[in-house]
């Protein structure tokens, strides 16, 4: 049977006429009355379907009626809801725990534990229960829905109707077909979806779909890191949230998900892929067959005041307040050599924080013209009343610009910001070895080269350091202090410090390609270019799921074309150089666009086309 295109936005399919349009979905039978069942019940409530919510537990049933009495009255306190409708909405949800309770159900939504044998168990048994017309929905986000559709009398009735937690709030909805779905069902939970308020997108049925499928992915990764002991969990969580402007960190995400339903997700979909990338990490494994599960259970990467609670309460792992014991040095005034845009923002960021800074290009010039925009960014910041005109005057007259680097003799601490090219920093810091006094702290902010390349190129190879600053500088918050097998302590206090002193937040990693953000941020982005290289969903099908269903502030082709094209490529080729892995190697689609010259936004073409200005 006909199936819809995979990764077309369901909602914009032209309507079908009036004597093919499906009966509407007005009695809906949620199977599962967990966290997600509980939230799809409320959803479909409040959009006035009769909800007849199932499971086998008397206990989760009675719990489901509870948050569902609690989350109205949280919606009457609000304004959002009148008493009289809270009235209606909870005349409409009953309970029961037979699945016979499904028998007049025009729609039956599972949402039991992801297992086969459980989940085809349910459908053998609604099989015997509903009406032929009825219509069967998985809420699996990692198995086949074409192998739990061919378990069944009836698969041209059974789909994926995956909802993402918490359904009450969460805009997408993913309608997942097999080759065996008929067009009629697509179409009715399609329209259901929009009349419930969400974004509903057809997707094809491998595991994981779209959001999931890049979502869970980029847990894995960071799951890894944290056993490999690159970073601590805090660190990789901060520098998600603050260097990709992410609602969660990872780890604190698969604490919500649940290590165990995390395990079963990556388990299925590197069965599908055989991409290692897919592999769940060990960690998962130990955590989940710990009892070790996430919130859920009370602890998980982090440990919870107690099981179902969200606040993190102290343990073992926990940072110690006092912070590191060794001292930095003093610093009072920073060199930033380069004129570009990270360099002037860099700049800008010390002059504000009370530091004396030279601010050095290749002429005098470049380095006035650097200055000069410099002031007008602190001319927007006056005017939209984040500093007074006097301050910025002030941090303005801070900044000296200079022709080259030999104005550096006397700063304490100097960041190169130049281009991205590994010889022309090792031959700047051959430079700076040389004009700095000794004791100064040299630091590079590169983002994916080695950061002990730049060291040994200097005779003071531990006082080199990373300090990874995220673009516009001004803005973001965020610095990946690196350090290599050579810094020093006392070189890793300084940067840390100074840190604090911008009011930006540091977090610590070793010196490998990509350090936290990138390395898990590009792998992330070259998976959703392939998703779209193998046809599988649309760009714009994959930016919506990832801004509706993972909370990202954008989708990865948005991204990409704000990056540059060129530079994402050249990232993803460090990434698949330094760690050998088949599944990091840069999608060929992306490799095409660029040597078309198609670069994203700065050239007005990438993925999109845009308007040149």
Do not use: W
């Amino acid at each position: 049977m006909a199936t819809p295109q995979s990764g077309t936005p369901l909602s914009s399919q032209s309507p079908q006429s009036a004597q093919s349009r499906p009966v509407p979905l007005d009695t809906v039978a949620v199977v599962g009355l967990g966290t997600m069942g509980t939230g799809i019940a409320e959803v479909l409530a409040r959009a006035g379907r009769e909800v007849i919510g199932i499971d086998v537990s008397e206990a989760a049933a009675a719990q489901a009626a509870a948050a569902l009495e609690a989350a109205t009255a949280r919606a009457v306190d609000r304004g959002r809801l009148t008493e009289a409708g809270r009235a209606e909405v909870l005349a409409r949800f009953r309970t029961g725990t037979e699945l016979s309770a499904a028998a007049e159900a025009d729609l039956v939504i599972e949402v039991v534990p992801e297992s086969y044998e459980i989940k085809q168990q349910v459908l053998r048994e609604l099989d015997a229960i509903v009406r032929p017309g009825t219509i069967l929905a998985t809420g699996t986000n990692a198995l086949s829905v074409t192998r739990l559709a061919a378990d069944s009398q009836r698969p041209e009735r059974v789909l994926g109707l995956h909802f993402f937690n918490p359904a009450p709030a969460m805009k997408l909805v993913e309608v997942v077909s097999s080759v065996l779905t008929a067009p009629a069902a697509v179409t009715a939970v399609t329209d259901l979806a929009v009349e419930l308020g969400k974004e509903p997108v057809a997707v094809g049925d491998r595991p994981g779909f779209v959001a999931d499928g890049l979502l869970f992915g980029y847990l894995n990764q960071a799951a890894a890191m944290y056993e490999a002991h690159y970073a601590s969990r805090e660190d990789i969580d901060a520098a998600m949230k603050l260097g990709c402007g992410l609602p969660m960190g990872p780890l604190a995400l698969l604490d919500l998900i649940g290590v165990d339903t995390a395990r079963t997700v990556l388990e299925a979909m590197y069965t599908a892929s055989g991409d290692k990338l897919h592999a769940p990490a060990p960690i998962l494994r130990q955590l989940s067959e710990a009892g070790l599960t996430g919130r859920k259970s009370g602890r998980g990467f982090y440990t919870y005041a107690e099981p179902g609670a969200a606040a993190v309460v102290p343990d073992a792992l926990t940072p110690a307040a006092e912070g590191p014991r060794t001292a930095g040095r003093a610093v009072r005034s920073v060199g930033v050599a380069g004129s570009g845009t990270m360099a002037a923002g860099i700049a800008e960021v010390f002059a504000k924080a009370g530091f004396e800074v030279v601010l050095a290009a290749r002429s005098e010039e470049k380095a006035a013209a650097a200055k000069s925009r410099i002031g007008k960014s602190l001319s927007r910041s006056v005017d939209k009343g984040r500093m007074t005109a006097e301050d910025a005057a002030e941090a303005l007259a801070r900044i000296t610009p200079a022709g080259s680097c030999e104005a550096f003799a006397e700063v304490d601490l100097a960041v190169e910001a130049v281009a991205e090219d590994l010889e022309v920093k090792r031959q700047l810091f051959e430079v700076l070895d040389k004009v700095c006094k000794p004791g100064a702290v040299l630091a590079t902010t590169t983002s994916s080269l080695p950061v002990v390349a730049c060291a040994r190129a200097t005779a003071r190879p531990e006082d080199v350091v990373g300090m990874h600053f995220f673009n516009p500088a001004p803005a973001m918050k965020l610095v990946e202090v690196v350090r290599t097998v050579l810094t020093s302590d006392e070189a890793h206090a300084t940067v840390r410090e100074v840190c604090a002193r911008i009011r930006k937040h540091p977090v610590d990693c070793g010196d490998r390609a990509g350090f936290i953000v990138n390395a898990l941020l590009f792998p992330y982005l070259n998976n959703a270019v392939k998703m779209v290289q193998e046809h599988y969903a649309s760009l714009d099908d994959i930016d919506a799921a990832m801004r509706l269903g993972g909370g990202y502030p954008m989708g990865p082709f948005e991204l990409l074309d704000v990056v540059g094209l060129d530079v994402s490529l050249a990232i993803e080729k460090v990434l698949h150089r330094e760690f050998r892995d088949p599944g990091l190697a840069p999608a060929p689609l992306l490799e095409h666009l660029v040597a078309a010259g198609c670069l994203g936004r700065k050239s007005g073409r990438g993925f999109r086309e845009y308007a040149r200005r």
